[in-house]
């Protein structure tokens, strides 16, 4: 009989996660079938996505309450269709406030869950364990610090490492990708990450590209690159750019973000999936983020840590310059990007990132698919 997968991601990241968790799963099921909702490469694996991905890629609290009706529906209307379906398992990759709710219900009908990606639980809310304990069979997570409170709460846990560490070479090329991009091989090169979600945009855009326009003037063969997450994000950063006084030597680039940031000698980006491909390509970074004065006033009550990006959580210490909310201002970046531009000795960090780079090669969808397939088994 063939397997049946219902899979859940709700923006880029999860994408990538889900396209390369379906490969791997087709190994073990070839005639497998898989449906959900996902984006542009889980659908070229084979995934039918049953409504589009973008529907979940909200960010803050206000924009999820505009929302809430139209996304609670859309939740009830899925789960009654798994439930219809009754799949051999139901995986939910990250987007926890969506997924756990479903696999709760799911869980309860009889489904087998794996949720994909640990939610902050040791973050922020740590009372979330309890309804995560409740929702699901198996959590894979993606770094090893995260299996104390599993492992504290009795939640079945597996590490998997993160599937970026087995596909990003321990020394990455930085001639080589520029040769890619097509772009001049010994000008100085920023790239700018500012997110993949329009929320993210709205908020870093701006400061971000107030410091593009400072280091321009310090440097003036700057190269300044932007990968685009999708259509609906360049259009977004093409309507900024075009509003300014001055145009801006710019280049927009069609996702491609790895391939970017490989090419960059320094990289300023949201907060998120993208600090640790940054970290595991080796480049020095500033990391931001930024979200609306009453979202920031929820999560700064909930936020039990003091760093929040990976390869400050990695590490244990501060190795990147970090700055959220009212600190991420141009003036503020601007004063860090130099600093690391003209830092000439960053091999001390560099070996930070290979010794933790060599922490996250755990086996990533390999060892992801075959905690499934024995999650089915027994």
């Not at 206000?62 to 799949?87: C, F, T, W, Y």
């Not at 846990?157 to 990455?172: M, R």
């Not at 009212?326 to 070996?351: H, Y």
Request: aromatic share 8%; with cysteine.
């Amino acid at each position: 009989m063939n397997k049946c997968f219902y899979l859940v991601a709700g923006e880029a990241s999860g994408d990538i996660l889900g396209a390369r968790l379906i490969r791997e799963l087709k190994n073990y099921f070839p005639k497998a079938t898989f449906s959900g909702i996902g984006g542009p490469l889980m659908m070229a694996e084979g995934f039918q996505s049953l409504y589009p991905m973008e529907r979940l890629s909200i960010m803050g609290i206000v924009p999820i309450l505009k929302r809430l009706p139209g996304l609670l529906k859309m939740r009830n209307d899925l789960a009654k269709h798994i439930i219809e379906q009754n799949p051999d398992c139901f995986i939910g990759i990250d987007a926890p406030v969506f997924n756990t709710g479903l696999e709760f219900r799911l869980k309860h009908r009889g489904i087998k869950t794996v949720h994909y990606v640990s939610p902050s639980v040791w973050a922020w809310r740590e009372n979330r364990i309890h309804k995560i304990a409740k929702s699901v069979s198996l959590m894979l997570c993606l770094f090893p610090f995260e299996l104390e409170i599993y492992q504290r709460f009795n939640v079945p846990a597996v590490c998997i490492g993160h599937p970026l560490a087995n596909e990003i070479p321990l020394s990455p090329n930085t001639t080589q990708a520029r040769q890619a991009l097509k772009i001049k091989p010994d000008n100085l090169t920023l790239a700018i990450l500012p997110g993949s979600r329009g929320t993210e945009v709205k908020f870093l855009l701006q400061p971000f590209i107030e410091t593009a326009q400072n280091l321009l003037q310090h440097y003036p063969k700057l190269q300044i690159l932007i990968p685009c997450a999708n259509y609906k994000r360049r259009t977004q950063i093409e309507n900024y750019l075009t509003q300014l006084p001055e145009a801006m030597p710019v280049t927009l680039i069609d996702g491609q973000s790895r391939l970017v940031m490989q090419a960059a000698d320094l990289v300023l980006l949201a907060s998120g999936t993208a600090t640790l491909e940054a970290m595991l390509l080796k480049k020095p970074m500033i990391v931001a983020y930024k979200v609306s004065a009453f979202s920031y006033w929820v999560f700064k009550k909930l936020l039990k840590i003091k760093q929040f990006s990976l390869p400050n959580l990695l590490a244990g210490k501060a190795i990147v310059r970090e700055f959220i909310q009212q600190d991420c201002t141009a003036e503020k970046l601007t004063e860090a990007s130099i600093n690391l531009i003209e830092n000439k000795n960053n091999l001390s960090l560099e070996k930070e990132y290979i010794e933790l780079h060599q922490t996250l090669k755990l086996g990533g969808s390999q060892k992801a698919a075959k905690a499934i397939v024995d999650l089915i088994a027994h």
